[in-house]
């Protein structure tokens, strides 16, 4: 017997109130800003009036030089985030897992998770004041070892792996907890097949465990590449215009474009650029999940 709405809103109405401030944040700051995709056209900005103008913007983002450089960075360091980062808190947590204690397991998962909550602004100065060339404790050890001081963040080979490392550092618990809690839903009674059938414990884990969590392996591979080209905050408070040549990202581009330089439509047509390969590596990632794994998510 179906439910009248009325009835369904009075049960869950508190379910639905503490749903209201994500639905209003998105309404605000993902929905409305979609109404101001057409200035992309124009050559609105820090002027007087305002003129269509086509597809000039887009034509100009393409002849960029500074643009490309950008994408390109972009696609480098999106790339090595996920290479680098993706495996790390599956690992964490097959550790994890392997622990008998829970006491252990959640003071580890408690350590490993607290980076999270830092802001890329705080992650940002313990880097930069771990890797000072005066003060910095790594340029400390090298320098009681007999090295010179390195100038990681102003190095165009260094300042690369110091984002990737960061990234990895703070994003790791997240992902860590998220396999941990799949990892519980695992069913004990195909262990216990497993090792009827001789298994050891690297058997159990390619057989068992790593099939049992593989939509789950799935959805965050796909959930990084939703935000491959999104990559702004941690490149914004770490890099300076000495390494701007191999960090400058098209979020910093767009963000230098718009507010600073005042050239909105232009920025917008990048950002709408970036937006649309987004979704391309998305719904690409998706087919290939679903033709090969057998596990759409989308």
């Known amino acids: 017997m179906r439910k009248e709405p009325g009835i369904v809103f009075r049960r869950q109405k508190y ?14 700051f993902k929905y409305l800003p979609l109404l101001g995709l057409g200035l992309a056209f124009t050559d609105y900005g820090f002027r007087a009036r305002v003129s269509f103008i086509g597809l000039e913007n887009f034509r100009r983002l393409l002849m960029s030089s500074i643009f490309w450089n950008a994408f390109r960075n972009t696609l480098i360091i999106s790339l090595a985030n996920i290479v680098f980062y993706f495996p790390a808190p599956l690992i964490v947590a097959l550790l994890i897992n392997e622990l008998k204690s829970v006491k252990s397991k959640r003071i580890i998962q408690f350590l490993i998770y607290i980076p999270y909550f830092f802001s890329w602004v705080v992650v940002g100065s313990i880097f930069v004041t771990l890797l000072s060339p ?11 070892f007999g090295g010179k001081p390195v100038y990681f963040m102003a190095s165009t080979f260094f300042f690369r792996p110091v984002l990737v490392i960061s990234y990895i550092w703070r994003q790791m618990g997240y992902g860590a907890v998220i396999y941990v ?4 839903t695992v069913e004990p009674e195909l262990y216990e097949a497993a090792i009827v059938d001789g ?3 690297w058997a159990q884990m390619f057989h068992v465990t790593l099939p049992s969590i593989r939509s789950t392996i799935v959805t965050m591979l796909l959930l990084n590449l939703s935000h491959v080209l ?6 914004l408070v770490m890099y300076n215009a000495a390494v701007y040549d191999v960090a400058d990202v098209l979020q910093t581009y767009v963000f230098r474009e ?4 005042g050239d909105i439509g232009y920025s ?6 970036t937006s649309i390969i987004s ?3 998305v719904l690409s990632t998706n087919k290939i999940s679903a033709k090969f794994l057998d596990e759409p998510i989308l």
């Open 279 to 281: 979704l391309t590596l």
């Open 230 to 235: 999104l990559i702004f905050e941690q490149v």
């Open 258 to 261: 718009g507010v600073l330089q």
């Open 15 to 28: 379910l639905l109130l503490m749903l209201l401030p994500g639905m209003v944040w998105y309404i605000l």
């Open 134 to 144: 005066s003060s910095g404790l790594i340029n400390g050890i090298i320098t009681f």
């Open 268 to 273: 917008i047509a990048v950002g709408m650029f």
């Open 199 to 201: 298994a050891g414990r």
């Open 181 to 184: 809690a799949a990892l519980t």
